[in-house]
């Protein structure tokens, strides 16, 4: 695992500190891991939502198309 040293001023570092304190987290590094990991997350379902705002409809959505996404959902949710 690599390391980064970040400098920040002492009421982020207040706050920081709050958050490990009081969320559970062992260690301001856990913190920081988590709210990178929730930003790549929200990036990627960013990206995924303009993918499909902007590609061409195929097919009228009913019933078995949302039993689909669902089925879909699941089995990538399971990886």
């Given at each position: ?36 990991r929730r930003d790549r ?33 699941t089995k990538q949710s399971?990886?």
């Amino acid at each position: 695992m690599s390391t980064m040293n970040i400098s920040l001023p002492d009421n982020l570092k207040h706050f920081v500190d709050q958050q490990v304190a009081g969320r559970g987290y062992g260690t301001s590094s856990e913190y920081v891991r988590e709210l990178i990991r929730r930003d790549r997350d929200r990036q990627q379902l960013r990206n995924l939502l303009l993918e499909g705002a902007s590609s061409e409809a195929t097919e009228p959505v009913n019933t078995s198309y949302f039993d689909s996404l669902r089925e879909r959902a699941t089995k990538q949710s399971s990886k």
